[in-house]
């Protein structure tokens, strides 16, 4: 069972640069936060320096960047900045900026990778909420973009890009190993085609554009004139209007740096689902539209399955079987209403019982409709509790769990015969004075059928 905690920064950090679309000089601050806040950015220039929750849900507009907005607060270009807190494991950050928009830097998120890097990141109390994919989630738009995510272990993702040049035409790339990004993925800088600067200049855009902070792709010949302008207005040198190519300060780190990018910028509207992902995307022609409508698309997903049920292969070997069970807990039949378990960690424990048509209690609730009563549904979590605390002292044989209490009860859908059920209990704190309190679920399938918040006391047998 994974035990990974969240991760905050371990200190604060600043970078100071232009910004892509104003020009202006921009400050941008990352500081810790607290467990189970997320990413969510702050307009300190403005006076009542609203907060944005870095959602799906805030963005506004995906044609030059990722643009987020709360009100009348809006900071956009915060693709680069994202991909690199999501990517390095960061999973809660407030960050501060004096400006609409995100410095462009080099054009990467390289900078980023760095200064956490710098700093560093510490645990928190929290479990590292993975949304793990189950089944295949697909959406596409009109202009001929999918994003494809398939269950996976972990979190990977491979790039497909076609574009409308015969210098650059198709490319892809492929990051498996999320450790890799630092590497493989945070260096690779923004790109544009020259036949699209002079429409974004005259749009009033890309004011802090320049050959140290982006790939710029000359592919098709243009008059001598006009690009004789269009270097006056980004004020860089002249050149052949016949020389095709890649025009930069800096040479490609790769040949296929720019599908690079596009992968990065994946990774940065991903970050705004709000979990971390367990599944492979494979996306072909990204963009920040589609990438934002697969964000929302899955943010609907998870609330759909707020809680997931765990991971059960019954052909895994059990970590206690019934016979052990019988060793931990006093209850015999009819009441042991715990099988097996199947995984358990620290805080937490996942059991297993299948419910038979012989069920004793089946007799008499209900002989024409049997159902299992909720209250022995309740009773098996609070024995997967049981042996999750028992696991953790000297000599279990020797104690005893019993209920002090029960909270928050809910029955979500009828356990007939024939339904597996797995319990997933965890604790919600560490046990005090022999008093834990335990937040358990039962799940059939995918479905949560029921769950409780409960209070148990461990004694010592006499």
């Known amino acids: 069972m994974d035990t990974a905690k969240q991760k905050t920064l371990r200190g604060s950090f600043s970078l100071f640069g232009k910004g892509l679309h104003t020009g202006l000089n921009l400050t941008v601050t990352f500081n810790p936060a607290q467990e189970n806040t997320g990413y969510r950015i702050q307009r300190i220039d403005l006076e009542d320096q ?37 990517a390095m494991g960061v999973d809660n950050c407030l960050i501060q900026i004096n400006g609409p928009e995100f410095p462009i830097l080099d054009g990467s998120a390289a900078m980023y990778v760095d200064k956490i890097n710098e700093v560093g990141m510490v645990d928190q109390n929290a479990p590292k909420d993975y949304y793990i994919i189950r089944k295949k989630i697909e959406i596409n738009d009109d202009n001929g973009s999918i994003i494809t995510i398939l269950p ?20 892809f790339a492929t990051l498996d190993n999320i450790e890799k990004f630092a590497d493989e993925i945070a260096p690779a800088r923004t790109f544009v085609f020259v036949r699209d600067i002079m429409p974004l200049l005259k749009a009033n855009l890309i004011k802090g554009g320049d050959l140290d902070n982006a790939i710029v792709i000359y592919e098709r010949q243009v008059p001598q004139e006009t690009l004789d302008q269009l270097a006056d207005l980004l004020k860089v040198p002249h050149m052949d209007a016949e020389n095709i190519g890649y025009i930069q300060n800096k040479p490609l780190i790769w040949d296929n ?10 990774i940065g509207d991903m970050a705004l689902i709000g979990k971390p992902i367990k599944g492979r995307i494979v996306a072909t022609r990204p963009g920040h539209t589609v990438n934002n409508k697969f964000a929302r698309l899955m943010r609907k997903e998870i609330r759909k399955h707020e809680v997931q049920a765990p991971i059960y292969d019954p052909n895994d070997e059990p970590l206690m079987d019934n016979i052990r069970i019988r060793e931990l807990l006093p209850h015999r039949y009819p009441m042991q209403l715990v099988d097996k378990v199947v995984a358990m960690g620290s805080t937490n424990i996942v059991g297993i019982k299948n419910v038979s048509s012989n069920e004793p209690f089946f007799q008499g609730h209900f002989p024409q409709e049997p159902v299992m009563p909720g ?22 044989e020797r104690w005893s769990t019993y209920f002090l209490r029960i909270d928050d009860v809910k029955f979500r859908q009828k356990v007939t015969p024939g339904d597996t059920l797995l319990f997933r209990v965890e604790l919600l704190g560490p046990v005090r004075h022999g008093i834990s309190s335990m937040k358990g679920y039962v799940f059939v399938g995918e479905r949560v059928v029921a769950e409780a918040t409960f209070t148990a006391q461990i004694v010592k047998n006499k």
């Open 257 to 266: 740096e720019c599908t690079r990018h596009k992968l990065l910028d994946i």
């Open 375 to 396: 209250v022995l549904q309740i009773e098996a979590m609070a024995q997967c509790g049981g042996l999750l605390v028992l696991s953790q002292v000297e000599e279990p």
């Open 50 to 86: 609203p907060i944005i929750e870095a959602v799906a849900e805030n963005v506004i507009d995906t044609q030059r960047g990722t643009v987020l907005a709360k009100g009348d607060a809006r900071v956009s270009t915060i693709e680069h900045g994202m991909a690199a807190l999501y």
């Open 152 to 171: 996976d272990e972990q979190f990977s993702i491979t790039a497909m890009c076609s574009f409308d040049s015969k210098f650059i035409s198709s490319q």
